[in-house]
C-alpha cells in the first residue's frame, strides 16, 4: 500500500471529501473495478487511503439499493428472491470492509485510525438499518414459517433457520422506538470497542523496559539479547530494549535471572492499558453498561445469557459447569508445581518465596531440572522456515493440498509470503493463503486468521474460493540468527494454520455457512486438533531441523519433549480457565449505570474461585481483547476449551488409527472443513467420531486426569434436547 498519498495531518480532510476531480479522472478506485489480479487478489499496491471511504460509501449506498430490492419484490418469498439474495448483497461493502479490517489489525497507521473513525461506525449503522428493516424481516419470517413445505436442502434451510435467529438477536421484533434504542447503543459499542482497542495499541508500543548494564541480562538467550540490541537501536538507544511484544517479553521472564528485571516486565504487562491516558478501565465500565442494556433490551437477563444461547453451549451454565470440572484439577496441579519450584529455589539458595513474576523463570528450571530439557536449545530445531515446511507437509499428507509460493503475488506488507494452494493430484486451484509472521508496531499482539475473500457456489455456477490468511507475532530473525520459535509459538502456527484450513478447504455453497462461518464454540476445532500433529515424532523428524547443521531433531531430544509435555499444565490451564470464568462474570453483571472497580471484581472473582495468588488471569480485563475489543469472544472465551475437549477427543481417534491415517484424515476433512457451518456443529463432530465427546480426553492431554466417580464416568458435552 502507497502510504505516502495523504499524510496523518490531512486524514481528517480525506473524512468528508471525495478526491479532486482531477485525481479521479487519472485513475480509478481500485474497489470499484475488477482487480484484474492472480485469483482476485486485491492490487495492495494500488490502495490508497483516499479509496477506502469513497468505495465504502458506494457500498453502502449499493447495499441499501439491493435490500430495497428484496423488499420491493412482488412476488412469494421464496430462499432464491429472498434469502439467497440477501446472502449475495453487499458485495462491494464486504470487498472494501475484508481490506480495510485486515490491514487496520497488521498495519494500523494514524491515517487508518482516523478513517476506522468512520468506518466501523457507518458500516455498524448500515447493519443495523438492515437488520431492523421490517419489510425485509417479514418476507425472512415467510420464508421461515414455510421451511418445512418448500422442499429444500438441508444446508437452505439451516440458512433460513440460522438467518430469521440472526434478525430476531438483532431487535427485528422490537418496537420501533426500542430499535432506535438497541441503534444507539450498537453504535456506542462500536465507538468504545475503537476506543478500547486504540488505548491497547498505544499502551502496547510506549512501555519499553530499558537495561543498559549488560550483567542484568544473564540467563536470557543470546538470540534475545540481540533482538533487544537491535530494538535499542532501531529506537536511537543505547544497551537493551526489551517491549511488551511476547517475543521480547516471554522469554526475559522465563530466563532471565535478574529478578528485579522480571518483577519490572511482568508488573508492566498486568497493569497494561491500566492508567493515563491509555486507561481502558474507564471504557470496560461504558462497555458492561452498553451490554447490559442491550441484552435487557432484547429480553435476556444479562449479556452472558445473550451471547451464550446462540452456540453449541446454549446457557452460561453448561459453560461454567464445563469449566469447573477443568478448574479443581488444574488448581490442585498449581499447588504441586509451586511446591516443586519452591523446593529447587531453596536447593538453590535463592532466599525467595515464589511470586507470580517467578512462575516462568522456575518453571523452566524446574523443566530443565526434571527432564534434561532446556528451550532455548530446543528452538534451534525449530526456524520458521523450518515449521512452515512443517505445516504443508502436514496438509499435504493429511488432505491432499499443495502449497506453491507465488513471489510476485499482491501483499500488503514486504514481510508477507502468498501462496497457491492447490490440490495435490489433479492441480485444481483450492485457495490462496498468506502469511504475516513477525511483530511491527503498527500491528496489533498476538495471532490471527481471517480472509480478503470468501467462498461460495451460487445456482448459476457463479463462485469463488477463499483468499485466506495467517498472522502472528513471532520471535524475528537477528543479524545472526534466522527466527527460531519457541514451543508456544510452533503451537500458535499451526493453531492458525488450522483456522487456515478450515477457510481454504471448505466446500459449503453459501457464504454465510463456508469456512470459519460456524458456531464460536466449535471455530476452534480445526485450529486446536491441527496443534496435535507439531510435536508428533513423525512429522518433527519430518521438518524440525537444526538451523546450523542441519541436523534431524535426535530421538533423545523428541523423548524428552514427549516426557515433558504436560509440564506447567497447572499453571497453564489455570490462567486460562481463570479468564474464561472471568469473562463470563463480567457477562453476568448488570452494572445499573454505576461504575465498576475492575480490578476490585477481578479480585473478587479470583478469590471466589480460590485461584492461586502465583498466578493471574491469562488477560486482566484492560488488555482482554477478546471480549472488551468486540463482541467476538465477549462472554465465549470459554469456547476454547469447550473446542479442546472435541479437538482432544476427536486426535485420540487418529492417535488410534495412524496420526496421518487417510480415512480418519479423509472423514475429518469431509465432515468438518468442508461442512462449515452448513449442519449443525454437534452432528457433524458425531459424524467423524462416531459418538459424543467427554471432558477425560481434555485432562488426559494435559496431564490433568483423574479417575472419575461413578457419577462422573459418563460425563458428555451435550447439547439440550439430548443431542
Given at each position: 500500500m502507497h502510504k505516502s498519498i495523504i499524510t496523518a495531518a490531512a486524514a481528517v480532510g480525506l473524512l468528508a471529501a471525495q478526491p479532486t476531480a482531477a485525481f479521479a479522472a487519472e485513475r480509478t478506485n481500485p474497489f470499484m473495478a475488477p482487480y484484474g489480479t492472480p485469483y482476485d487478489i486485491p492490487p495492495f499496491d494500488r490502495i490508497t487511503y483516499d479509496d477506502y471511504l469513497p468505495a465504502l460509501r458506494q457500498g453502502v449506498a449499493e447495499y441499501r439499493q439491493e435490500i430495497d430490492a428484496i423488499t420491493r419484490n412482488r412476488a412469494m418469498p421464496d430462499f432464491d428472491n429472498t434469502i439467497l439474495a440477501?446472502?449475495?448483497?453487499?458485495?462491494?461493502?464486504?470487498?472494501?470492509?475484508?481490506?480495510?479490517?485486515?490491514?487496520?489489525?497488521?498495519?494500523?497507521?494514524?491515517?487508518?485510525?482516523?478513517?476506522?473513525?468512520?468506518?466501523?461506525?457507518?458500516?455498524?449503522?448500515?447493519?443495523?438499518?438492515?437488520?431492523?428493516?421490517?419489510?425485509?424481516?417479514?418476507?425472512?419470517?415467510?420464508?421461515?414459517?414455510?421451511?418445512?413445505?418448500?422442499?429444500?436442502?438441508?444446508?437452505?434451510?439451516?440458512?433460513?433457520?440460522?438467518?430469521?435467529?440472526?434478525?430476531?438477536?438483532?431487535?427485528?421484533?422490537?418496537?420501533?422506538?426500542?430499535?432506535?434504542?438497541?441503534?444507539?447503543?450498537?453504535?456506542?459499542?462500536?465507538?468504545?470497542?475503537?476506543?478500547?482497542?486504540?488505548?491497547?495499541?498505544?499502551?502496547?508500543?510506549?512501555?519499553?523496559?530499558?537495561?543498559?548494564?549488560?550483567?542484568?541480562?544473564?540467563?536470557?538467550?543470546?538470540?534475545?539479547?540481540?533482538?533487544?540490541?537491535?530494538?535499542a537501536k532501531a529506537r536511537g538507544k543505547k544497551g537493551w530494549v526489551f517491549t511488551l511484544h511476547a517475543p521480547s517479553r516471554l522469554p526475559l521472564l522465563q530466563y532471565a535471572d535478574d529478578r528485579d528485571l522480571r518483577r519490572d516486565m511482568y508488573q508492566a504487562y498486568i497493569n497494561l492499558a491500566s492508567q493515563g491516558k491509555n486507561d481502558n478501565k474507564p471504557v470496560i465500565n461504558k462497555i458492561l453498561q452498553a451490554r447490559s442494556a442491550k441484552a435487557k433490551l432484547?429480553?435476556?437477563?444479562?449479556?452472558?445469557?445473550?451471547?451464550?444461547?446462540?452456540?453449541?453451549?446454549?446457557?452460561?451454565?453448561?459453560?461454567?459447569?464445563?469449566?469447573?470440572?477443568?478448574?479443581?484439577?488444574?488448581?490442585?496441579?498449581?499447588?504441586?508445581?509451586?511446591?516443586?519450584?519452591?523446593?529447587?529455589?531453596?536447593?538453590?539458595?535463592?532466599?525467595?518465596?515464589?511470586?507470580?513474576?517467578?512462575?516462568?523463570?522456575?518453571?523452566?528450571?524446574?523443566?530443565?531440572?526434571?527432564?534434561?530439557?532446556?528451550?532455548?536449545?530446543?528452538?534451534?530445531?525449530?526456524?520458521?522456515?523450518?515449521?512452515?515446511?512443517?505445516?504443508?507437509?502436514?496438509?499435504?499428507?493429511l488432505y491432499g493440498v499443495k502449497f506453491t509460493e507465488m513471489p510476485d503475488a499482491p501483499k500488503y506488507n514486504e514481510e508477507v509470503k502468498v501462496y497457491d494452494v492447490t490440490d495435490a493430484k489433479t492441480g485444481e486451484h483450492v485457495a490462496v493463503f498468506m502469511t504475516d509472521y513477525f511483530p511491527r508496531a503498527s500491528k496489533r499482539q498476538g495471532a490471527w486468521m481471517s480472509e480478503f475473500q470468501g467462498s461460495f457456489v451460487d445456482p448459476d455456477g457463479t463462485s469463488a474460493r477463499p483468499i485466506v490468511y495467517n498472522v502472528g507475532n513471532f520471535s524475528k530473525p537477528t543479524a545472526d540468527t534466522p527466527s527460531l520459535l519457541t514451543l508456544d509459538e510452533v503451537e500458535t502456527m499451526f493453531h492458525e494454520f488450522g483456522h487456515g484450513l478450515h477457510g481454504m478447504l471448505t466446500r459449503a455453497r453459501l457464504r454465510s455457512q463456508a469456512g470459519t462461518n460456524v458456531d464460536r464454540d466449535f471455530v476452534e476445532l480445526p485450529s486446536q486438533i491441527t496443534e496435535h500433529w507439531a510435536m508428533e515424532p513423525e512429522l518433527l523428524k519430518a521438518y524440525a531441523r537444526h538451523y546450523k547443521t542441519g541436523e534431524v531433531i535426535p530421538d533423545a531430544l523428541i523423548k524428552k519433549l514427549e516426557a515433558a509435555s504436560t509440564h506447567n499444565q497447572g499453571f497453564t490451564t489455570t490462567e486460562l480457565v481463570g479468564a474464561a470464568l472471568l469473562d463470563l462474570q463480567w457477562g453476568k453483571l448488570n452494572p445499573e449505570g454505576k461504575d465498576v472497580d475492575v480490578a476490585g471484581f477481578e479480585k473478587e472473582v479470583a478469590e471466589k474461585l480460590g485461584m492461586p495468588s502465583?498466578?493471574?488471569?491469562?488477560?486482566?480485563?484492560?488488555?482482554?481483547?477478546?471480549?472488551?475489543?468486540?463482541?467476538?469472544?465477549?462472554?465465549?472465551?470459554?469456547?476454547?476449551?469447550?473446542?479442546?475437549?472435541?479437538?482432544?477427543?476427536?486426535?485420540?481417534?487418529?492417535?488410534?488409527?495412524?496420526?496421518?491415517?487417510?480415512?480418519?484424515?479423509?472423514?475429518?476433512?469431509?465432515?468438518?472443513?468442508?461442512?462449515?457451518?452448513?449442519?449443525?456443529?454437534?452432528?457433524?463432530?458425531?459424524?467423524?467420531?462416531?459418538?459424543?465427546?467427554?471432558?477425560?480426553?481434555?485432562l488426559r492431554n494435559r496431564g490433568l486426569y483423574v479417575e472419575p466417580t461413578d457419577s462422573d464416568k459418563n460425563t458428555k458435552i451435550s447439547q439440550p434436547g439430548g443431542k
Open positions: 440477501f446472502e449475495q448483497a453487499g458485495k462491494l461493502l464486504n470487498r472494501v470492509m475484508l481490506v480495510f479490517s485486515s490491514l487496520d489489525e497488521t498495519d494500523n497507521t494514524p491515517e487508518m485510525t482516523a478513517i476506522s473513525e468512520v468506518a466501523y461506525p457507518l458500516v455498524s449503522q448500515t447493519t443495523d438499518e438492515v437488520m431492523m428493516n421490517d419489510a425485509l424481516f417479514q418476507r425472512v419470517k415467510q420464508v421461515y414459517d414455510r421451511r418445512n413445505d418448500m422442499n429444500l436442502a438441508s444446508d437452505q434451510k439451516r440458512a433460513v433457520e440460522e438467518l430469521y435467529k440472526k434478525f430476531v438477536r438483532s431487535g427485528a421484533l422490537l418496537s420501533a422506538d426500542k430499535k432506535e434504542q438497541l441503534k444507539k447503543i450498537n453504535t456506542e459499542l462500536t465507538d468504545l470497542y475503537l476506543k478500547f482497542n486504540k488505548n491497547l495499541l498505544a499502551a502496547t508500543n510506549e512501555y519499553t523496559l530499558e537495561v543498559t548494564d549488560g550483567k542484568r541480562l544473564g540467563g536470557i538467550p543470546a538470540s534475545n539479547v540481540a533482538a533487544a540490541a537491535e530494538e432484547l429480553g435476556y437477563p444479562d449479556f452472558a445469557a445473550y451471547m451464550t444461547e446462540n452456540v453449541m453451549a446454549r446457557t452460561t451454565d453448561n459453560a461454567e459447569q464445563l469449566l469447573l470440572k477443568i478448574w479443581e484439577p488444574a488448581v490442585k496441579r498449581v499447588h504441586e508445581e509451586v511446591a516443586e519450584m519452591q523446593a529447587l529455589a531453596d536447593k538453590q539458595g535463592a532466599g525467595i518465596t515464589i511470586e507470580p513474576w517467578d512462575y516462568y523463570y522456575y518453571a523452566e528450571k524446574v523443566r530443565k531440572d526434571k527432564y534434561d530439557l532446556n528451550e532455548d536449545e530446543v528452538r534451534a530445531y525449530f526456524p520458521l522456515e523450518n515449521v512452515r515446511k512443517g505445516i504443508f507437509s502436514m496438509a499435504e499428507r502465583q498466578v493471574q488471569f491469562r488477560y486482566r480485563s484492560p488488555y482482554f481483547r477478546h471480549i472488551f475489543g468486540s463482541d467476538g469472544y465477549a462472554s465465549g472465551y470459554y469456547t476454547y476449551l469447550w473446542a479442546e475437549v472435541l479437538d482432544t477427543d476427536g486426535f485420540e481417534l487418529f492417535k488410534e488409527k495412524g496420526v496421518f491415517d487417510p480415512a480418519t484424515a479423509k472423514s475429518f476433512k469431509e465432515n468438518v472443513l468442508e461442512m462449515g457451518g452448513s449442519v449443525d456443529p454437534m452432528d457433524l463432530y458425531v459424524k467423524f467420531r462416531g459418538r459424543q465427546p467427554n471432558v477425560d480426553a481434555l
